[in-house]
T-cell receptor, first 115, second 112 residues
Framework: DAGVIQSPRHEVTEMGQEVTLRCKPI?????LFWYRQTMMRGLELLIY????????DSGMPEDRFSAKMPNASFSTLKIQPSEPRDSAVYFC?????????????FGDGTRLSIL | DQQVKQNSPSLSVQEGRISILNCDYT??????FLWYKKYPAEGPTFLIS?????DKNEDGRFTVFLNKSAKHLSLHIVPSQPGDSAVYFC???????????FGKGTRLSVIA
């Protein structure tokens, strides 16, 4: 079974550039989550979707961050313009249902470095 | 305000001994708790969970204990193995309301 697939695995870009992170959730999962992991703050929930609809984006740090889920099998997280403090590992996760005890399944993350 | 706290950033244990990872939470509405394990360059993977109606759940070498009155849970690994070396995240949710809230993680090193 294919798990959550994230691309790219690594991204290095210069400050000011647009960055797009991609995620393909597990087929049949209705909820999708974007997280950011840093040493200081641990795993932070940025935004989550249910049935392709954004439910809560209060974790998105600034307006430079945006996320979309145009269909059940694809989501993007975009940072424009990027800044060095955005450097982190970004994880996408999916689960069967939003308010379910079924665990979330994580992708292997995108390590983002903004120079 | 951190709702899920893992106060020990790291822990070292000898192979064969017991590893005890601790987690505290502040939100009394949390009713389900999970532990995730994370290896370098991989995403977190689900390890074990417990509902608030229980105080213990066991799966092989892994046992999670829940003390609701103290708002505390712990993960016991016995015997510890070098392959258990990873970062362990505690997570909690209110199944009627909020998605998972994660702690900052504890890095476990099991020394052979």
């Amino acid at each position: 079974d294919a798990g959550v697939i994230q691309s790219p695995r690594h991204e290095v870009t210069e400050m000011g550039q647009e960055v797009t992170l991609r995620c393909k959730p597990i087929s049949g999962h209705n909820s999708l989550f974007w997280y950011r992991q840093t040493m200081m703050r641990g795993l932070e929930l940025l935004i989550y979707f249910n049935n392709n609809v954004p439910i809560d984006d209060s974790g998105m740090p600034e307006d430079r961050f945006s996320a979309k889920m145009p269909n059940a099998s694809f989501s993007t997280l975009k940072i424009q313009p990027s800044e060095p403090r955005d450097s982190a590992v970004y994880f996408c996760a999916s689960s069967i249902a939003l308010r379910s005890n079924q665990p979330q399944h994580f992708g292997d993350g995108t390590r983002l470095s903004i120079l | 305000d951190q709702q899920v706290k893992q106060n020990s950033p790291s822990l070292s244990v000898q192979e064969g001994r017991i590893s005890i990872l601790n987690c505290d939470y502040t939100n009394s509405m949390f009713d389900y708790f999970l532990w995730y394990k994370k290896y370098p360059a991989e995403g977190p993977t689900f390890l074990i969970s417990i509902s608030s109606i229980k105080d213990k759940n066991e799966d092989g070498r892994f046992t999670v204990f829940l003390n609701k009155s103290a708002k505390h849970l712990s993960l016991h690994i016995v015997p510890s193995q070098p392959g258990d070396s990873a970062v362990y995240f505690c997570a909690a949710l209110n199944s009627g309301n909020t998605p998972l809230v994660f702690g900052k993680g504890t890095r476990l090193s099991v020394i052979a």
